[in-house]
């Protein structure tokens, strides 16, 4: 696994998005490997989301108190079912 950070305005490939459970983003608070600028707020989880370019290994995601939210397609995927979904 690579853990070099991408940045979200560059990364184009597939995501898995994870709830930031019970401490937030931060230095040692999540496994290394994130993608950069990809923090998201939700409702669900009182620090939000973050996304990486590859699953979290189970361990990691118990160690770190993460919640899998959504595998993601790619970017590309993504913007044509959203603009697909606005035109309905």
Known sequence: M???MVWDAEY????WRYGLTYRPAGF?????GRIG???????RFRHGTIDY????DAKS?????LT???ELP???LSLEVSNASSRL
Do not use: I
């Open 28 to 32: 040692a608070q999540v496994p290394d």
């Open 53 to 56: 370019p590859f699953e979290v």
């Open 37 to 43: 600028g990809a923090d998201h707020p939700d409702s």
């Open 61 to 65: 995601v118990y160690r770190f108190e």
């Open 12 to 15: 184009k490939g597939p995501r």
């Open 2 to 4: 690579d853990t070099k």
């Open 74 to 76: 790619g970017l590309t």
């Open 68 to 70: 899998l939210v959504a």
